[in-house]
Protein backbone atom coordinates (compact mmCIF):
# COMPACT_ATOMS: atom_id res chain seq x y z
CA UNK A 1 0.00 0.00 0.00
CA UNK A 2 1.17 3.31 -0.95
CA UNK A 3 0.21 7.07 -1.65
CA UNK A 4 1.08 8.87 -4.65
CA UNK A 5 0.88 11.94 -4.93
CA UNK A 6 0.71 14.57 -8.32
CA UNK A 7 1.41 18.13 -7.98
CA UNK A 8 3.39 21.43 -8.61
CA UNK A 9 6.30 21.61 -6.12
CA UNK A 10 7.46 25.25 -5.91
CA UNK A 11 8.77 27.81 -3.16
CA UNK A 12 6.15 29.79 -0.95
CA UNK A 13 7.01 33.58 0.20
CA UNK A 14 4.10 34.73 2.36
CA UNK A 15 3.55 38.24 3.04
CA UNK A 16 1.51 40.46 5.91
CA UNK A 17 1.31 44.03 5.43
CA UNK A 18 3.63 44.11 2.42
CA UNK A 19 6.41 42.12 4.41
CA UNK A 20 7.84 38.29 4.39
CA UNK A 21 6.71 36.48 7.12
CA UNK A 22 7.20 32.85 6.21
CA UNK A 23 9.21 31.01 3.25
CA UNK A 24 8.40 26.96 2.88
CA UNK A 25 8.47 24.40 0.23
CA UNK A 26 5.35 24.41 -1.59
CA UNK A 27 2.18 23.50 -4.05
CA UNK A 28 -0.87 21.91 -3.12
CA UNK A 29 0.22 18.11 -3.32
CA UNK A 30 3.95 18.80 -1.99
CA UNK A 31 2.16 20.21 0.76
CA UNK A 32 -0.59 17.42 1.60
CA UNK A 33 2.51 15.15 1.40
CA UNK A 34 4.28 16.51 3.81
CA UNK A 35 1.22 16.26 5.74
CA UNK A 36 1.08 12.16 4.85
CA UNK A 37 4.79 11.93 5.46
CA UNK A 38 4.99 13.84 8.53
CA UNK A 39 1.60 10.83 10.06
CA UNK A 40 4.21 8.05 8.93
CA UNK A 41 2.22 6.95 5.56
CA UNK A 42 4.51 5.82 2.46
CA UNK A 43 3.93 8.61 0.54
CA UNK A 44 5.56 9.41 -2.75
CA UNK A 45 5.60 13.24 -4.92
CA UNK A 46 5.16 13.12 -8.77
CA UNK A 47 6.43 16.06 -9.51
CA UNK A 48 9.21 18.36 -10.80
CA UNK A 49 11.67 20.85 -10.07
CA UNK A 50 15.37 22.35 -11.21
CA UNK A 51 18.84 21.66 -9.91
CA UNK A 52 19.19 24.85 -8.89
CA UNK A 53 19.74 26.07 -4.97
CA UNK A 54 16.03 26.46 -4.38
CA UNK A 55 15.43 22.92 -5.90
CA UNK A 56 17.72 21.42 -3.70
CA UNK A 57 16.05 23.02 -0.97
CA UNK A 58 12.88 21.25 -1.76
CA UNK A 59 14.33 18.16 -2.61
CA UNK A 60 16.34 17.97 0.99
CA UNK A 61 12.86 19.24 3.09
CA UNK A 62 10.99 16.58 0.91
CA UNK A 63 13.31 13.81 2.10
CA UNK A 64 13.75 14.87 5.90
CA UNK A 65 9.59 14.34 5.90
CA UNK A 66 10.07 10.89 4.61
CA UNK A 67 8.82 11.36 1.31
CA UNK A 68 10.39 9.45 -1.63
CA UNK A 69 11.33 11.48 -4.54
CA UNK A 70 12.12 8.53 -6.85
CA UNK A 71 9.25 10.01 -9.33
CA UNK A 72 10.74 13.86 -9.16
CA UNK A 73 12.18 15.29 -12.41
CA UNK A 74 14.76 17.39 -11.89
CA UNK A 75 15.48 19.88 -14.62
CA UNK A 76 19.10 22.21 -15.59
CA UNK A 77 19.24 25.57 -17.06
CA UNK A 78 15.69 26.72 -15.83
CA UNK A 79 14.74 28.14 -12.23
CA UNK A 80 12.13 26.21 -9.73
CA UNK A 81 9.04 27.92 -9.24
CA UNK A 82 8.60 30.77 -6.57
CA UNK A 83 5.26 32.04 -5.31
CA UNK A 84 4.56 35.16 -3.21
CA UNK A 85 1.27 35.12 -1.14
CA UNK A 86 -0.46 37.86 0.56
CA UNK A 87 -2.36 37.34 3.12
CA UNK A 88 -5.35 39.48 3.68
CA UNK A 89 -7.14 40.90 6.63
CA UNK A 90 -8.99 36.95 6.91
CA UNK A 91 -5.68 35.30 6.64
CA UNK A 92 -6.57 34.22 3.40
CA UNK A 93 -4.31 34.41 0.72
CA UNK A 94 -3.82 35.72 -3.45
CA UNK A 95 -0.66 34.38 -5.16
CA UNK A 96 1.36 35.38 -7.61
CA UNK A 97 3.79 32.84 -9.31
CA UNK A 98 6.95 33.06 -10.83
CA UNK A 99 7.64 29.93 -13.55
CA UNK A 100 10.60 29.05 -15.63
CA UNK A 101 9.50 25.57 -16.74
CA UNK A 102 11.81 23.75 -19.54
CA UNK A 103 9.99 22.76 -23.13
CA UNK A 104 10.05 19.37 -22.05
CA UNK A 105 8.64 18.52 -18.82
CA UNK A 106 7.91 15.13 -15.96
CA UNK A 107 10.39 13.06 -17.76
CA UNK A 108 11.05 11.58 -14.83
CA UNK A 109 9.85 7.70 -13.75
CA UNK A 110 6.47 7.07 -13.40
CA UNK A 111 5.32 4.43 -10.56
CA UNK A 112 3.43 1.23 -11.07
CA UNK A 113 0.06 1.02 -9.57
CA UNK A 114 -1.76 -1.44 -8.04
CA UNK A 115 -5.08 -1.72 -6.27
CA UNK A 116 -4.21 -0.97 -2.85
CA UNK A 117 -2.43 2.38 -3.68
CA UNK A 118 -3.80 5.87 -3.28
CA UNK A 119 -3.66 8.51 -6.42
CA UNK A 120 -3.81 12.17 -5.03
CA UNK A 121 -3.80 14.82 -8.07
CA UNK A 122 -5.21 18.22 -8.55
CA UNK A 123 -4.53 22.38 -8.41
CA UNK A 124 -3.73 24.08 -12.21
CA UNK A 125 -0.83 21.95 -12.41
CA UNK A 126 -3.86 18.81 -13.01
CA UNK A 127 -4.48 20.82 -16.56
CA UNK A 128 -1.54 22.32 -17.34
CA UNK A 129 -1.74 21.04 -21.37
CA UNK A 130 1.93 20.50 -20.98
CA UNK A 131 1.81 17.75 -18.74
CA UNK A 132 -1.30 16.12 -19.70
CA UNK A 133 -0.14 13.39 -21.56
CA UNK A 134 1.78 12.21 -18.96
CA UNK A 135 -1.45 12.62 -16.20
CA UNK A 136 -3.79 10.99 -18.26
CA UNK A 137 -1.73 8.02 -18.69
CA UNK A 138 -1.07 8.23 -15.00
CA UNK A 139 -4.66 8.16 -14.22
CA UNK A 140 -5.96 5.17 -17.20
CA UNK A 141 -3.46 2.75 -15.20
CA UNK A 142 -5.18 3.55 -11.76
CA UNK A 143 -7.98 3.20 -13.33
CA UNK A 144 -6.92 0.25 -14.67
CA UNK A 145 -5.30 -1.10 -11.60
CA UNK A 146 -9.07 0.29 -9.23
CA UNK A 147 -6.20 2.50 -7.48
CA UNK A 148 -7.84 4.86 -5.54
CA UNK A 149 -8.07 7.99 -6.75
CA UNK A 150 -8.55 11.32 -5.26
CA UNK A 151 -9.11 15.01 -7.26
CA UNK A 152 -9.07 18.73 -5.89
CA UNK A 153 -9.60 21.21 -8.87
CA UNK A 154 -8.48 24.12 -6.51
CA UNK A 155 -9.66 26.15 -9.36
CA UNK A 156 -8.96 30.09 -8.77
CA UNK A 157 -10.47 32.80 -9.64
CA UNK A 158 -7.23 34.15 -11.29
CA UNK A 159 -7.46 31.09 -14.25
CA UNK A 160 -11.50 31.95 -14.79
CA UNK A 161 -10.38 33.58 -17.79
CA UNK A 162 -9.12 30.03 -18.92
CA UNK A 163 -11.79 28.28 -17.93
CA UNK A 164 -13.06 27.46 -21.53
CA UNK A 165 -10.24 25.97 -22.67
CA UNK A 166 -9.53 24.17 -19.42
CA UNK A 167 -13.26 22.79 -18.72
CA UNK A 168 -12.61 19.64 -20.92
CA UNK A 169 -9.55 18.68 -18.96
CA UNK A 170 -11.63 19.51 -15.63
CA UNK A 171 -14.64 17.28 -16.33
CA UNK A 172 -12.04 14.69 -17.34
CA UNK A 173 -10.19 14.34 -14.64
CA UNK A 174 -13.41 14.24 -12.33
CA UNK A 175 -14.41 11.43 -14.55
CA UNK A 176 -11.44 9.10 -13.54
CA UNK A 177 -11.74 9.66 -10.15
CA UNK A 178 -12.96 7.72 -7.22
CA UNK A 179 -13.48 10.48 -4.59
CA UNK A 180 -13.84 14.63 -5.55
CA UNK A 181 -12.91 17.24 -2.69
CA UNK A 182 -13.90 20.58 -3.95
CA UNK A 183 -14.59 24.21 -1.87
CA UNK A 184 -17.38 26.10 -2.41
CA UNK A 185 -14.63 28.54 -4.53
CA UNK A 186 -14.34 25.80 -6.89
CA UNK A 187 -17.97 25.07 -7.58
CA UNK A 188 -18.53 28.64 -7.91
CA UNK A 189 -15.81 29.58 -10.19
CA UNK A 190 -16.06 26.03 -12.21
CA UNK A 191 -19.91 25.86 -12.57
CA UNK A 192 -21.53 28.63 -10.87
CA UNK A 193 -23.15 26.28 -8.16
CA UNK A 194 -24.01 28.19 -5.07
CA UNK A 195 -24.31 25.35 -2.71
CA UNK A 196 -23.55 21.53 -1.83
CA UNK A 197 -26.43 19.82 -3.91
CA UNK A 198 -26.04 22.52 -6.96
CA UNK A 199 -22.24 21.25 -6.99
CA UNK A 200 -23.36 17.49 -6.96
CA UNK A 201 -26.09 17.91 -9.51
CA UNK A 202 -23.38 19.35 -11.22
CA UNK A 203 -20.56 16.53 -11.13
CA UNK A 204 -22.81 13.57 -9.88
CA UNK A 205 -23.36 12.07 -13.57
CA UNK A 206 -19.70 11.60 -14.08
CA UNK A 207 -18.81 10.96 -10.63
CA UNK A 208 -20.39 9.71 -6.93
CA UNK A 209 -18.76 10.69 -4.28
CA UNK A 210 -18.59 14.33 -3.42
CA UNK A 211 -16.81 16.27 -0.26
CA UNK A 212 -17.66 20.29 -0.73
CA UNK A 213 -15.64 21.93 1.87
CA UNK A 214 -17.60 25.66 2.48
CA UNK A 215 -14.36 27.46 4.17
CA UNK A 216 -14.64 28.13 7.84
CA UNK A 217 -18.83 27.35 8.08
CA UNK A 218 -19.02 23.29 7.12
CA UNK A 219 -18.05 20.35 5.36
CA UNK A 220 -20.77 18.77 3.18
CA UNK A 221 -21.13 15.07 2.14
CA UNK A 222 -22.98 13.97 -1.12
CA UNK A 223 -23.04 10.71 -2.13
CA UNK A 224 -25.82 8.35 -3.92
CA UNK A 225 -27.03 7.05 -0.13
CA UNK A 226 -25.56 9.86 2.12
CA UNK A 227 -26.29 13.53 2.65
CA UNK A 228 -24.63 14.87 5.57
CA UNK A 229 -23.44 18.29 6.99
CA UNK A 230 -20.55 18.50 9.51
CA UNK A 231 -20.51 21.94 11.03
CA UNK A 232 -16.49 23.41 10.98
CA UNK A 233 -15.38 24.93 14.70
CA UNK A 234 -14.46 28.03 15.00
CA UNK A 235 -10.45 28.61 15.20
CA UNK A 236 -7.87 32.15 15.43
CA UNK A 237 -6.32 31.53 12.46
CA UNK A 238 -2.49 32.39 11.52
CA UNK A 239 -2.60 31.79 8.34
CA UNK A 240 -5.12 29.83 5.44
CA UNK A 241 -2.30 28.76 3.28
CA UNK A 242 -2.19 24.66 2.86
CA UNK A 243 -5.37 24.66 4.88
CA UNK A 244 -7.35 22.60 2.73
CA UNK A 245 -4.06 20.51 1.64
CA UNK A 246 -3.59 19.40 4.86
CA UNK A 247 -7.51 18.54 4.80
CA UNK A 248 -6.86 15.95 2.01
CA UNK A 249 -4.15 14.73 3.87
CA UNK A 250 -6.37 14.05 6.27
CA UNK A 251 -9.22 12.20 4.43
CA UNK A 252 -6.16 10.42 2.63
CA UNK A 253 -4.54 9.41 5.89
CA UNK A 254 -8.08 8.15 7.07
CA UNK A 255 -9.24 5.96 3.96
CA UNK A 256 -5.51 4.76 3.44
CA UNK A 257 -5.25 3.53 7.41
CA UNK A 258 -9.22 2.06 6.72
CA UNK A 259 -8.09 0.23 4.09
CA UNK A 260 -10.85 1.65 1.73
CA UNK A 261 -10.80 0.60 -1.86
CA UNK A 262 -12.97 1.79 -5.11
CA UNK A 263 -14.73 -1.28 -4.47
CA UNK A 264 -15.67 -0.73 -0.53
CA UNK A 265 -15.98 3.10 -0.72
CA UNK A 266 -19.88 2.73 -0.66
CA UNK A 267 -19.61 0.44 2.77
CA UNK A 268 -18.83 3.48 4.47
CA UNK A 269 -21.68 4.46 6.94
CA UNK A 270 -22.42 7.82 7.87
CA UNK A 271 -20.57 7.36 11.37
CA UNK A 272 -17.46 6.02 10.03
CA UNK A 273 -17.69 9.40 7.06
CA UNK A 274 -18.10 11.75 10.62
CA UNK A 275 -15.03 10.37 11.61
CA UNK A 276 -13.62 10.27 8.52
CA UNK A 277 -13.83 14.13 7.70
CA UNK A 278 -13.80 15.27 11.63
CA UNK A 279 -9.69 14.13 11.17
CA UNK A 280 -9.78 15.98 8.33
CA UNK A 281 -11.14 19.65 9.49
CA UNK A 282 -9.01 19.16 12.60
CA UNK A 283 -5.73 18.41 11.03
CA UNK A 284 -7.00 21.46 8.94
CA UNK A 285 -7.51 23.31 11.70
CA UNK A 286 -3.92 22.84 13.28
CA UNK A 287 -2.21 24.64 9.93
CA UNK A 288 -4.43 27.30 10.01
CA UNK A 289 -2.60 28.17 13.53
CA UNK A 290 0.45 28.78 12.16
CA UNK A 291 2.55 29.73 9.19
CA UNK A 292 3.78 26.61 7.90
CA UNK A 293 1.40 24.96 5.06
CA UNK A 294 1.43 21.20 6.48
CA UNK A 295 0.79 19.97 10.05
CA UNK A 296 3.92 19.76 12.47
CA UNK A 297 6.16 17.00 12.92
CA UNK A 298 5.31 14.40 15.63
CA UNK A 299 1.69 14.95 16.00
Given at each position: ????????A???I???????????????????????????????????Y?????????????????I????V??????N????????????E????????????????I????????????????????????????????????????Y????????????????K????????M?????????????????????????????????????????????????????????????V????????????????????????L???????????????????M????????????????
Amino acid sequence: MHIYTFGEALYDITFRNGQPVSAWPGGAMLNTSVSLGRLKVPVSLITEYGRDPVGTLIEDFLQKNAISTKHVARFSGHNTTIALAFLNERNEASYSFYKDYPEKRLRGIMPVFSGDDFFLFGSFFALDTAIRPVLYSLLKEAKKQNTFVYYDPNFRESHLDQLPLLKKNILENISMATLMRGSDEDFRNIFGAGDADEAYRAVSGRIKYLIYTASDRAVYLRTPDISMEIPVPSIQTVSTVGAGDTFNAGIAYELFNRKITPLTLAGLHKTEWKEIIGTAIRMSGEVCKSYENYIKPGR
